[in-house]
């Protein structure tokens, strides 16, 4: 679900105020982290029902139903257009993004609410990275859009800063594309750097978190270190398991079994099977085909033996 987060944030503050409590103890009375309470208060993050419920016995406010007041209307529609480019993502369909861009600037023209604008422009951002990298190859051109697209909510960023910043769960996605940029620009080295960075930042229930896992279990491939790929092509599946979020387990199921062969574990033809099983699932066969003639060009692997 959308929702204007920085002012939903701010009311918060606006109330802890008004009973003259710190962050501090906000978070003693009421077990939340304060690190979270502060990033709730930045309106970086989706709070928990549960989190919200023990906020709202300290801050004498029903805060779950205070956020219903913050949600965007036009939240379905987005979010089926999301849906729609997260899968030609996955499934590397950049060619026909296009078509989801334009759709993006019709919706952008149909709403007026400044929070989900910037929402909207973050995304067509991305999709315009995506398409100068993949389609055209001018990754610096590319970088610079998703510079621009963090701006949007975090005006002072900069790249060689990024540290520094507190992050909400669009703005990782796009550092996590700028990780993937600097394997051409710069180094895997520094790709990998970013990429940790993002997996730190990332809340543990957040749906871009086994794309992370995915990203830095390749990276670790790249740098020809499969006990990390393995590691975390396994949190990654662990937590669409978890979350029954079965998009994406196949590409993880393929990066753990080609660290288990590179590793020398049997388990290996098994993981790759899933990999094959849950592209079918997912009526991703153009991906499927691909994952079996990889395995069969670069390890000489025969899946369907």
Same mark, same amino acid.
């Given at each position: 679900?959308?929702?204007?987060?920085?002012?939903?944030?701010?009311?918060?503050?606006?109330?802890?105020?008004?009973?003259?409590?710190?962050?501090?103890?906000?978070?003693?009375?009421?077990?939340?982290?304060?690190?979270?309470?502060?990033?709730?208060?930045?309106?970086?993050?989706?709070?928990?029902?549960? $989190?919200? /419920?023990?906020?709202? &016995?300290?801050?004498?406010?029903?805060?779950?139903?205070?956020?219903?007041?913050?949600?965007? @209307? /036009?939240?379905?529609?987005?979010?089926?257009?999301?849906? #729609?480019?997260?899968?030609?993502?996955? #499934?590397?369909?950049?060619?026909?993004?296009?078509?989801?861009?334009?759709?993006?600037? $019709?919706?952008?023209?149909?709403?007026? @609410?400044?929070?989900?604008?910037?929402?909207?422009?973050?995304?067509?951002?991305?999709?315009? &990275?995506?398409?100068?990298?993949?389609?055209?190859?001018?990754?610096?051109?590319?970088? *610079?859009?998703?510079?621009?697209?963090?701006?949007?909510?975090?005006?002072?960023?900069?790249?060689?800063?990024?540290?520094?910043?507190?992050?909400?769960?669009?703005?990782? #996605?796009?550092?996590?594309?700028?990780?993937?940029?600097?394997?051409?620009?710069?180094?895997?080295?520094?790709?990998?750097?970013?990429?940790?960075?993002?997996?730190?930042?990332?809340?543990?229930?957040?749906? %871009?978190?086994?794309?992370?896992?995915?990203?830095? &279990?390749? $990276?670790?491939?790249?740098?020809?270190?499969?006990?990390?790929?393995?590691?975390?092509?396994?949190?990654?599946?662990?937590?669409?398991?978890?979350?029954? *979020?079965?998009?994406?387990?196949?590409?993880?199921?393929? #990066?753990?079994?080609?660290?288990?062969?590179?590793?020398?574990?049997?388990?290996?033809?098994?993981?790759?099977?899933?990999? %094959?099983?849950?592209?079918?699932?997912?009526?991703?066969?153009?991906?499927?085909?691909?994952?079996?003639?990889?395995?069969?060009?670069?390890?000489?692997?025969?899946?369907?033996?």
């Amino acid at each position: 679900m959308y929702y204007d987060l920085k002012h939903f944030g701010s009311e918060i503050r606006s109330i802890r105020n008004s009973l003259d409590l710190t962050q501090n103890d906000v978070s003693k009375l009421s077990g939340v982290h304060v690190d979270t309470l502060r990033k709730i208060e930045k309106g970086k993050v989706v709070p928990q029902q549960e $989190t919200l /419920d023990l906020l709202s &016995s300290v801050l004498k406010t029903d805060l779950n139903k205070l956020l219903l007041n913050y949600r965007f @209307h /036009d939240y379905y529609a987005f979010e089926e257009l999301k849906n #729609r480019i997260e899968s030609k993502i996955d #499934r590397d369909k950049f060619e026909t993004l296009s078509v989801e861009l334009e759709d993006l600037k $019709t919706l952008l023209n149909s709403t007026s @609410h400044p929070y989900f604008i910037s929402a909207i422009n973050q995304l067509v951002l991305l999709i315009e &990275s995506i398409i100068l990298n993949k389609k055209y190859d001018k990754p610096n051109e590319s970088l *610079d859009k998703l510079v621009d697209a963090i701006k949007i909510t975090t005006p002072k960023f900069s790249l060689d800063k990024y540290t520094s910043y507190v992050y909400n769960s669009m703005e990782l #996605r796009i550092l996590m594309n700028i990780a993937l940029l600097m394997n051409k620009l710069e180094s895997t080295g520094k790709s990998l750097e970013i990429m940790e960075f993002c997996m730190k930042s990332v809340e543990p229930n957040d749906n %871009i978190y086994p794309k992370i896992c995915y990203n830095l &279990s390749y $990276t670790y491939h790249r740098l020809a270190m499969n006990e990390k790929a393995l590691e975390y092509s396994i949190l990654g599946i662990d937590y669409c398991n978890k979350h029954r *979020d079965y998009n994406g387990l196949n590409l993880l199921y393929f #990066r753990k079994g080609i660290a288990e062969y590179l590793l020398g574990y049997d388990s290996y033809k098994d993981s790759l099977k899933k990999a %094959i099983s849950f592209s079918e699932i997912l009526n991703q066969y153009d991906l499927r085909d691909l994952l079996i003639l990889n395995c069969k060009k670069f390890y000489n692997i025969d899946i369907q033996s």
